[in-house]
């Protein structure tokens, strides 16, 4: 095989693999979303996905259901960037931990360091143990889905081309 050739198929594979990625962050904040949305709906959380929209938009309807169904829009292409961060930080790892990890540092920055641009986000102390432990959870599946689905086909890909790479050299 030529060398352009391989480094054809190499750019296709890498533009695949965002492609990928891309779908993957905006499944992954579309899906979890939704389930924050669930619980925010059954009372298991103060906080739903129209948090996203406390800074900028005016008015009740961000809290009903319109707001929420375009706040778990806005969430779904937000998480594409997440998903993309994740690719350049994290793909190398595979382990549940990582996206774990990754679930609970999104919380944090969420729920604490942008905490101040959220004006109907109630302060850690008094929102409450069913919220917090709510809206962990969601973004630690979150980080998981998000995190084993990249770090998975980066490892198939990754391994299809050591393999292709191997019988390569051995012909």
């Known amino acids: 095989m030529s060398d352009s050739k391989l480094e054809q198929d190499k750019q296709e594979s890498q533009s695949s693999f965002m492609s990928r990625v891309i779908g993957v962050g905006f499944f992954g904040g579309l899906i979890w979303a939704s389930f924050g949305f669930i619980a925010y709906y059954l009372n298991f959380s103060k906080v739903g996905p129209a948090l996203v929209l406390a800074p900028w938009a005016l008015g009740k309807w961000k809290s009903q ?15 594409i960037l997440v998903a993309i961060a994740y690719r350049y930080a994290f793909a190398k790892v595979k382990s549940m931990w990582a996206g ?18 959220f004006p109907g986000l109630e302060p850690m102390n008094t929102i409450g143990k069913n919220t917090i432990t709510t809206t962990l959870c969601i973004y630690i599946l979150y980080g998981v889905f998000v995190g084993y689905s990249i770090s998975f086909e980066y490892s198939e890909r990754y391994g299809q081309a050591q393999g292709n790479k191997e019988s390569a050299q051995s012909s």
């Open 65 to 79: 259901w319109l707001g929420q169904l375009i706040s778990i829009l806005i969430v779904a292409l937000l998480s």
């Open 100 to 117: 774990i990890i990754y679930g609970v540092a999104l919380w944090a920055i969420v729920f604490y360091l942008l905490h101040p641009i």
